[in-house]
Protein backbone atom coordinates (compact mmCIF):
# COMPACT_ATOMS: atom_id res chain seq x y z
CA UNK A 1 0.00 0.00 0.00
CA UNK A 2 1.06 3.36 -0.71
CA UNK A 3 1.31 6.49 1.85
CA UNK A 4 -1.87 6.94 0.94
CA UNK A 5 -3.67 4.01 1.43
CA UNK A 6 -4.69 3.58 -2.11
CA UNK A 7 -4.23 0.34 -3.52
CA UNK A 8 -1.11 0.84 -6.29
CA UNK A 9 -1.92 -0.81 -9.35
CA UNK A 10 -0.30 -1.62 -12.40
CA UNK A 11 -1.90 -2.90 -15.62
CA UNK A 12 -0.21 -5.27 -18.53
CA UNK A 13 -1.53 -5.11 -21.90
CA UNK A 14 -3.65 -2.09 -21.04
CA UNK A 15 -4.71 -1.33 -24.90
CA UNK A 16 -7.05 -5.43 -24.60
CA UNK A 17 -9.77 -5.99 -23.69
CA UNK A 18 -8.86 -6.97 -20.18
CA UNK A 19 -6.83 -3.77 -19.85
CA UNK A 20 -9.08 -1.12 -21.04
CA UNK A 21 -11.73 -2.37 -18.71
CA UNK A 22 -9.63 -2.82 -16.14
CA UNK A 23 -9.14 1.26 -16.37
CA UNK A 24 -12.71 1.56 -16.58
CA UNK A 25 -13.52 -0.51 -13.33
CA UNK A 26 -10.50 1.97 -11.28
CA UNK A 27 -12.40 5.05 -13.07
CA UNK A 28 -15.55 3.86 -10.65
CA UNK A 29 -13.32 3.51 -7.48
CA UNK A 30 -10.57 6.33 -7.90
CA UNK A 31 -10.16 7.06 -4.28
CA UNK A 32 -9.43 3.25 -3.65
CA UNK A 33 -7.02 2.82 -6.61
CA UNK A 34 -4.20 4.34 -7.59
CA UNK A 35 -2.91 3.36 -11.51
CA UNK A 36 0.94 3.61 -11.27
CA UNK A 37 1.77 1.54 -13.95
CA UNK A 38 0.20 0.96 -18.01
CA UNK A 39 2.04 -1.46 -20.02
CA UNK A 40 1.14 -3.06 -23.60
CA UNK A 41 3.08 -4.84 -26.45
CA UNK A 42 3.27 -1.48 -28.71
CA UNK A 43 0.77 -2.60 -31.32
CA UNK A 44 -1.48 0.22 -30.41
CA UNK A 45 0.72 3.12 -29.33
CA UNK A 46 -2.22 5.81 -29.98
CA UNK A 47 -4.55 4.27 -27.46
CA UNK A 48 -1.77 3.57 -25.27
CA UNK A 49 -0.80 7.63 -25.07
CA UNK A 50 -4.14 8.48 -24.98
CA UNK A 51 -5.10 5.59 -22.08
CA UNK A 52 -1.54 7.55 -19.90
CA UNK A 53 -2.83 11.22 -20.65
CA UNK A 54 -6.20 10.19 -19.06
CA UNK A 55 -5.07 8.02 -16.30
CA UNK A 56 -1.31 9.77 -15.40
CA UNK A 57 0.30 6.42 -14.24
CA UNK A 58 4.21 7.17 -13.28
CA UNK A 59 5.14 4.67 -15.33
CA UNK A 60 4.49 3.69 -19.34
CA UNK A 61 5.67 0.37 -20.37
CA UNK A 62 5.72 -1.13 -23.86
CA UNK A 63 7.87 -4.09 -25.17
CA UNK A 64 8.41 -2.75 -28.68
CA UNK A 65 11.63 -0.99 -28.08
CA UNK A 66 12.55 0.42 -32.26
CA UNK A 67 13.97 4.13 -31.47
CA UNK A 68 10.87 5.39 -33.21
CA UNK A 69 8.45 4.31 -30.89
CA UNK A 70 10.00 4.78 -27.85
CA UNK A 71 11.20 8.61 -29.40
CA UNK A 72 7.27 8.86 -29.82
CA UNK A 73 6.22 7.68 -26.50
CA UNK A 74 8.61 10.02 -24.97
CA UNK A 75 7.54 12.93 -26.88
CA UNK A 76 4.27 12.44 -26.18
CA UNK A 77 4.23 12.06 -22.10
CA UNK A 78 6.59 14.38 -20.78
CA UNK A 79 6.89 13.79 -17.02
CA UNK A 80 6.12 9.92 -17.72
CA UNK A 81 8.59 7.41 -16.96
CA UNK A 82 9.34 5.28 -20.40
CA UNK A 83 10.44 1.82 -20.06
CA UNK A 84 10.60 -0.09 -23.05
CA UNK A 85 11.92 -3.64 -24.09
CA UNK A 86 11.19 -7.32 -23.30
CA UNK A 87 11.35 -7.21 -19.65
CA UNK A 88 9.79 -3.82 -19.34
CA UNK A 89 6.47 -4.75 -18.66
CA UNK A 90 7.62 -7.30 -15.79
CA UNK A 91 9.11 -4.31 -14.33
CA UNK A 92 6.17 -2.83 -13.19
CA UNK A 93 5.47 -5.11 -10.01
CA UNK A 94 7.83 -3.20 -8.55
CA UNK A 95 5.65 -0.39 -8.18
CA UNK A 96 2.64 -1.76 -7.54
CA UNK A 97 0.59 -3.65 -4.76
CA UNK A 98 -1.31 -5.46 -7.26
CA UNK A 99 -0.46 -6.23 -11.44
CA UNK A 100 -3.27 -6.93 -13.60
CA UNK A 101 -1.76 -9.35 -16.28
CA UNK A 102 -4.11 -8.58 -19.45
CA UNK A 103 -1.56 -9.78 -21.95
CA UNK A 104 -2.42 -12.28 -24.48
CA UNK A 105 -0.54 -15.94 -24.64
CA UNK A 106 2.85 -17.26 -23.81
CA UNK A 107 4.02 -13.54 -23.92
CA UNK A 108 2.38 -13.09 -20.53
CA UNK A 109 4.81 -14.70 -18.77
CA UNK A 110 7.60 -12.66 -17.58
CA UNK A 111 4.92 -10.35 -16.12
CA UNK A 112 3.12 -13.56 -14.25
CA UNK A 113 6.53 -15.28 -12.67
CA UNK A 114 7.91 -11.08 -11.86
CA UNK A 115 4.79 -10.38 -9.91
CA UNK A 116 5.08 -13.76 -7.86
CA UNK A 117 8.84 -13.52 -7.57
CA UNK A 118 8.23 -9.72 -6.20
CA UNK A 119 5.34 -10.89 -3.70
CA UNK A 120 2.99 -9.25 -5.34
CA UNK A 121 -0.88 -9.82 -5.77
CA UNK A 122 -1.26 -11.01 -9.78
CA UNK A 123 -4.83 -10.33 -10.96
CA UNK A 124 -4.57 -12.97 -13.51
CA UNK A 125 -6.41 -12.70 -17.21
CA UNK A 126 -3.42 -14.27 -19.05
CA UNK A 127 -4.12 -18.04 -18.45
CA UNK A 128 -1.48 -18.39 -21.39
CA UNK A 129 1.22 -18.46 -19.01
CA UNK A 130 -0.40 -20.40 -15.76
CA UNK A 131 -1.50 -23.46 -18.56
CA UNK A 132 2.13 -22.90 -20.40
CA UNK A 133 4.52 -22.87 -17.18
CA UNK A 134 2.43 -24.35 -14.55
CA UNK A 135 5.53 -26.33 -11.92
CA UNK A 136 7.57 -22.92 -12.99
CA UNK A 137 4.99 -20.94 -11.89
CA UNK A 138 3.71 -23.00 -8.88
CA UNK A 139 7.38 -22.25 -7.09
CA UNK A 140 6.90 -18.23 -7.49
CA UNK A 141 3.97 -18.44 -6.08
CA UNK A 142 5.38 -19.85 -3.01
CA UNK A 143 7.05 -16.23 -2.43
CA UNK A 144 6.03 -14.31 0.44
CA UNK A 145 3.68 -12.11 -0.05
CA UNK A 146 2.75 -13.28 -3.51
CA UNK A 147 -0.73 -14.45 -4.44
CA UNK A 148 -2.94 -14.80 -7.75
CA UNK A 149 -6.39 -13.94 -7.83
CA UNK A 150 -7.84 -15.34 -11.00
CA UNK A 151 -9.76 -12.50 -13.33
CA UNK A 152 -10.90 -15.76 -15.52
CA UNK A 153 -14.49 -15.49 -15.18
CA UNK A 154 -14.91 -19.22 -14.35
CA UNK A 155 -11.76 -19.44 -12.04
CA UNK A 156 -12.92 -15.96 -10.16
CA UNK A 157 -16.41 -17.99 -10.31
CA UNK A 158 -14.75 -20.87 -8.18
CA UNK A 159 -12.43 -18.77 -5.87
CA UNK A 160 -16.11 -17.59 -4.89
CA UNK A 161 -17.57 -20.09 -4.26
CA UNK A 162 -14.98 -21.82 -2.54
CA UNK A 163 -15.22 -19.12 0.36
CA UNK A 164 -18.86 -20.67 0.92
CA UNK A 165 -17.14 -23.30 2.92
CA UNK A 166 -14.73 -23.45 5.45
CA UNK A 167 -13.22 -26.82 4.92
CA UNK A 168 -10.96 -27.24 1.93
CA UNK A 169 -10.85 -30.74 2.26
CA UNK A 170 -14.60 -31.05 1.08
CA UNK A 171 -14.36 -30.35 -2.46
CA UNK A 172 -15.87 -33.12 -4.72
CA UNK A 173 -15.83 -31.15 -8.05
CA UNK A 174 -15.20 -28.48 -9.60
CA UNK A 175 -17.81 -27.24 -13.10
CA UNK A 176 -16.33 -25.06 -15.34
CA UNK A 177 -19.09 -23.40 -17.43
CA UNK A 178 -18.90 -22.74 -21.08
CA UNK A 179 -20.82 -20.53 -23.81
CA UNK A 180 -20.11 -23.42 -26.07
CA UNK A 181 -18.50 -20.57 -28.28
CA UNK A 182 -20.33 -18.88 -31.28
CA UNK A 183 -19.98 -22.63 -33.38
CA UNK A 184 -21.77 -24.16 -30.56
CA UNK A 185 -24.61 -27.06 -31.44
CA UNK A 186 -23.29 -27.56 -35.07
CA UNK A 187 -21.90 -30.96 -35.97
CA UNK A 188 -18.82 -32.51 -37.33
CA UNK A 189 -19.96 -32.25 -41.15
CA UNK A 190 -21.79 -28.14 -40.51
CA UNK A 191 -17.84 -27.45 -39.01
CA UNK A 192 -16.02 -27.54 -42.47
CA UNK A 193 -16.38 -24.28 -43.47
CA UNK A 194 -16.09 -22.07 -40.50
CA UNK A 195 -15.54 -18.61 -41.72
CA UNK A 196 -13.16 -16.42 -39.89
CA UNK A 197 -16.47 -13.50 -39.17
CA UNK A 198 -18.52 -17.19 -38.02
CA UNK A 199 -15.73 -18.17 -35.39
CA UNK A 200 -15.22 -14.33 -33.97
CA UNK A 201 -19.33 -14.26 -33.28
CA UNK A 202 -19.06 -14.63 -29.64
CA UNK A 203 -23.20 -14.71 -28.47
CA UNK A 204 -22.38 -13.55 -25.01
CA UNK A 205 -18.75 -12.32 -24.49
CA UNK A 206 -17.19 -9.34 -26.21
CA UNK A 207 -13.17 -10.13 -26.64
CA UNK A 208 -9.88 -10.32 -28.25
CA UNK A 209 -9.41 -12.19 -31.30
CA UNK A 210 -7.63 -14.89 -30.04
CA UNK A 211 -9.76 -15.98 -27.13
CA UNK A 212 -12.68 -15.94 -28.97
CA UNK A 213 -11.45 -18.34 -31.50
CA UNK A 214 -9.95 -20.48 -28.20
CA UNK A 215 -13.77 -20.15 -27.29
CA UNK A 216 -15.05 -21.08 -30.99
CA UNK A 217 -12.84 -24.80 -30.47
CA UNK A 218 -13.44 -25.14 -26.91
CA UNK A 219 -9.53 -24.80 -26.21
CA UNK A 220 -10.14 -21.83 -24.37
CA UNK A 221 -12.45 -23.90 -22.05
CA UNK A 222 -9.21 -26.68 -22.48
CA UNK A 223 -6.58 -23.86 -21.39
CA UNK A 224 -9.49 -23.35 -18.40
CA UNK A 225 -9.57 -26.95 -17.32
CA UNK A 226 -5.36 -26.88 -17.02
CA UNK A 227 -6.14 -23.75 -15.54
CA UNK A 228 -8.28 -24.56 -12.80
CA UNK A 229 -6.03 -27.27 -12.02
CA UNK A 230 -3.13 -25.44 -11.27
CA UNK A 231 -4.96 -22.74 -9.62
CA UNK A 232 -7.24 -25.64 -6.92
CA UNK A 233 -5.11 -28.88 -7.40
CA UNK A 234 -3.02 -28.24 -4.96
CA UNK A 235 -3.75 -30.32 -1.17
CA UNK A 236 -6.20 -29.06 0.64
CA UNK A 237 -4.73 -25.93 2.64
CA UNK A 238 -1.74 -24.88 0.29
CA UNK A 239 -3.99 -22.88 -2.38
CA UNK A 240 -5.61 -25.41 -3.09
CA UNK A 241 -8.65 -27.66 -2.65
CA UNK A 242 -7.02 -31.08 -3.75
CA UNK A 243 -8.53 -32.02 -6.43
CA UNK A 244 -7.26 -34.01 -9.75
CA UNK A 245 -8.21 -33.83 -13.59
CA UNK A 246 -10.82 -36.67 -12.90
CA UNK A 247 -12.48 -33.95 -10.93
CA UNK A 248 -12.96 -30.99 -13.03
CA UNK A 249 -15.62 -30.77 -15.46
CA UNK A 250 -17.45 -28.87 -18.17
CA UNK A 251 -21.08 -28.21 -18.93
CA UNK A 252 -22.06 -25.66 -22.04
CA UNK A 253 -23.74 -23.47 -20.57
CA UNK A 254 -25.32 -20.87 -23.54
CA UNK A 255 -26.20 -18.42 -21.20
CA UNK A 256 -22.45 -17.57 -19.51
CA UNK A 257 -24.89 -16.35 -16.51
CA UNK A 258 -23.48 -18.93 -13.94
CA UNK A 259 -19.95 -18.94 -14.84
CA UNK A 260 -18.99 -21.69 -12.46
CA UNK A 261 -19.44 -24.23 -9.41
CA UNK A 262 -17.88 -26.32 -6.68
CA UNK A 263 -19.96 -28.94 -5.72
CA UNK A 264 -18.85 -30.24 -1.92
CA UNK A 265 -18.63 -33.71 -0.43
CA UNK A 266 -22.00 -33.51 0.79
CA UNK A 267 -23.94 -32.95 -2.62
CA UNK A 268 -24.21 -29.43 -2.40
CA UNK A 269 -23.30 -26.86 -5.36
CA UNK A 270 -22.24 -23.39 -4.84
CA UNK A 271 -22.51 -21.19 -7.96
CA UNK A 272 -21.99 -17.70 -8.86
CA UNK A 273 -24.28 -15.78 -11.52
CA UNK A 274 -24.22 -12.59 -12.63
CA UNK A 275 -24.23 -11.20 -16.08
CA UNK A 276 -21.71 -11.14 -18.60
CA UNK A 277 -19.35 -8.66 -17.80
CA UNK A 278 -15.43 -9.00 -16.94
CA UNK A 279 -15.58 -5.82 -15.31
CA UNK A 280 -16.91 -7.96 -12.01
CA UNK A 281 -14.07 -10.76 -12.23
CA UNK A 282 -11.63 -7.48 -12.53
CA UNK A 283 -12.85 -5.54 -9.75
CA UNK A 284 -13.06 -9.15 -7.59
CA UNK A 285 -9.44 -9.75 -7.99
CA UNK A 286 -8.45 -6.00 -7.20
CA UNK A 287 -10.57 -5.73 -4.16
CA UNK A 288 -10.17 -9.26 -2.39
CA UNK A 289 -11.04 -10.35 0.40
CA UNK A 290 -13.29 -7.00 0.42
CA UNK A 291 -15.74 -6.05 -2.86
CA UNK A 292 -16.37 -3.11 -4.89
CA UNK A 293 -19.06 -0.78 -3.91
CA UNK A 294 -19.51 -0.85 -7.51
CA UNK A 295 -22.21 -3.50 -9.29
CA UNK A 296 -21.21 -4.89 -13.00
CA UNK A 297 -23.46 -7.45 -14.33
CA UNK A 298 -26.48 -7.51 -11.56
CA UNK A 299 -28.90 -9.73 -12.67
CA UNK A 300 -32.78 -8.79 -13.68
CA UNK A 301 -34.34 -11.68 -12.49
CA UNK A 302 -37.85 -10.54 -13.84
CA UNK A 303 -36.34 -10.54 -17.37
CA UNK A 304 -33.70 -13.86 -16.76
CA UNK A 305 -35.58 -16.19 -18.46
CA UNK A 306 -34.37 -19.30 -18.11
CA UNK A 307 -30.94 -21.33 -17.58
CA UNK A 308 -29.58 -24.00 -19.58
CA UNK A 309 -26.60 -26.88 -19.41
CA UNK A 310 -25.87 -29.59 -21.93
CA UNK A 311 -22.63 -31.67 -22.04
CA UNK A 312 -20.00 -30.45 -24.52
CA UNK A 313 -19.79 -32.61 -28.05
CA UNK A 314 -16.18 -33.84 -27.66
CA UNK A 315 -16.84 -35.43 -31.32
CA UNK A 316 -17.37 -32.04 -32.51
CA UNK A 317 -14.99 -30.43 -30.71
CA UNK A 318 -11.79 -32.16 -30.49
CA UNK A 319 -9.61 -29.50 -28.30
CA UNK A 320 -10.88 -29.79 -24.81
CA UNK A 321 -9.76 -34.13 -24.83
CA UNK A 322 -6.35 -32.79 -26.06
CA UNK A 323 -6.06 -30.37 -23.30
CA UNK A 324 -7.05 -33.09 -20.61
CA UNK A 325 -4.38 -35.03 -22.11
CA UNK A 326 -2.08 -32.34 -21.96
CA UNK A 327 -2.51 -31.38 -18.67
CA UNK A 328 -2.18 -34.82 -17.28
CA UNK A 329 0.97 -35.28 -18.90
CA UNK A 330 1.95 -32.26 -16.77
CA UNK A 331 5.48 -30.77 -17.21
CA UNK A 332 5.60 -29.08 -20.70
CA UNK A 333 2.89 -30.67 -22.24
CA UNK A 334 0.82 -27.86 -21.15
CA UNK A 335 3.27 -25.31 -23.29
CA UNK A 336 3.50 -27.89 -25.96
CA UNK A 337 0.13 -27.72 -26.84
CA UNK A 338 -0.62 -24.08 -25.93
CA UNK A 339 2.34 -22.91 -28.09
CA UNK A 340 0.83 -25.17 -31.26
CA UNK A 341 -2.64 -23.19 -30.66
CA UNK A 342 -1.17 -20.06 -30.67
CA UNK A 343 0.55 -20.90 -34.41
CA UNK A 344 -2.41 -22.74 -35.53
CA UNK A 345 -5.13 -19.69 -34.32
CA UNK A 346 -2.71 -17.02 -35.81
CA UNK A 347 -2.77 -19.15 -39.10
CA UNK A 348 -6.08 -19.17 -38.82
CA UNK A 349 -6.56 -15.70 -38.33
CA UNK A 350 -4.24 -14.93 -41.17
CA UNK A 351 -6.68 -16.55 -43.60
CA UNK A 352 -4.11 -19.25 -44.10
CA UNK A 353 -5.64 -22.42 -41.83
CA UNK A 354 -9.35 -23.68 -42.09
CA UNK A 355 -11.18 -23.68 -38.77
CA UNK A 356 -11.55 -27.69 -38.70
CA UNK A 357 -8.29 -28.01 -39.53
CA UNK A 358 -7.11 -26.00 -36.12
CA UNK A 359 -7.39 -29.29 -34.27
CA UNK A 360 -5.86 -31.15 -36.96
CA UNK A 361 -2.92 -29.61 -36.42
CA UNK A 362 -3.05 -29.24 -32.90
CA UNK A 363 -3.34 -33.10 -32.46
CA UNK A 364 -0.14 -34.01 -35.24
CA UNK A 365 1.84 -31.48 -33.20
CA UNK A 366 1.02 -33.26 -29.53
CA UNK A 367 1.67 -36.66 -31.54
CA UNK A 368 5.06 -34.65 -31.70
CA UNK A 369 5.73 -33.58 -28.32
CA UNK A 370 9.63 -34.49 -26.90
CA UNK A 371 8.81 -35.13 -23.30
CA UNK A 372 10.71 -32.49 -22.03
CA UNK A 373 10.55 -31.61 -18.21
CA UNK A 374 9.44 -28.21 -16.82
CA UNK A 375 12.54 -27.58 -14.61
CA UNK A 376 12.68 -23.90 -15.02
CA UNK A 377 11.48 -21.00 -16.94
CA UNK A 378 14.44 -21.79 -19.47
CA UNK A 379 12.82 -25.04 -20.12
CA UNK A 380 9.25 -24.15 -20.42
CA UNK A 381 10.53 -20.82 -22.66
CA UNK A 382 12.68 -23.73 -25.03
CA UNK A 383 9.81 -26.39 -25.20
CA UNK A 384 7.66 -23.23 -26.77
CA UNK A 385 10.08 -22.70 -29.23
CA UNK A 386 10.51 -26.28 -30.20
CA UNK A 387 6.74 -26.89 -30.51
CA UNK A 388 6.17 -24.03 -31.72
CA UNK A 389 8.72 -24.62 -34.79
CA UNK A 390 6.99 -28.36 -34.90
CA UNK A 391 3.43 -26.91 -35.42
CA UNK A 392 4.21 -24.33 -38.55
CA UNK A 393 5.51 -28.01 -40.14
CA UNK A 394 2.24 -29.15 -39.30
CA UNK A 395 -0.02 -26.73 -40.43
CA UNK A 396 2.45 -26.02 -43.84
CA UNK A 397 1.29 -29.69 -44.76
CA UNK A 398 -2.30 -28.67 -43.94
CA UNK A 399 -3.12 -25.42 -45.76
CA UNK A 400 -4.81 -26.28 -48.99
MG1 LIG B 1 -12.94 -17.80 -19.07
Redesign the pocket.
Known amino acids: MSGSGAVRVAVAGSTGSIGTQTLDVLGTEPHAYELTALGAGGGHLDLLIAQARKHRPKIVAIADDRLDTVHRLTEALPGCEVRAGAQALASLAEDADVVVNGVVGFAGLSVTLATLEAGRRLALANKESLVAAGPVVQRARRTPGAEIIPV???HCAIHMCLRANDEPGRVARLVLTASGGPLRGRTRDELRNVSLEDALNHPTWSMGPKITVDSSTLM?KGL?VVEAHELFGAPAGDHGCGIGFDQIEVVVHPQSVVHSMVEFTDGATIAQLSMPDMRLPIGYALAHPDRLGTPFGPIDWTRLGRLDFEPPDLDAFGCLALAYQAGRAGETAPAWLNAANEVAVASFLDGKLPWGRIVDALTASMDRYDGGTADDVDAVIAADTRARAVAHQMIEGLIP
Open positions: DSENE
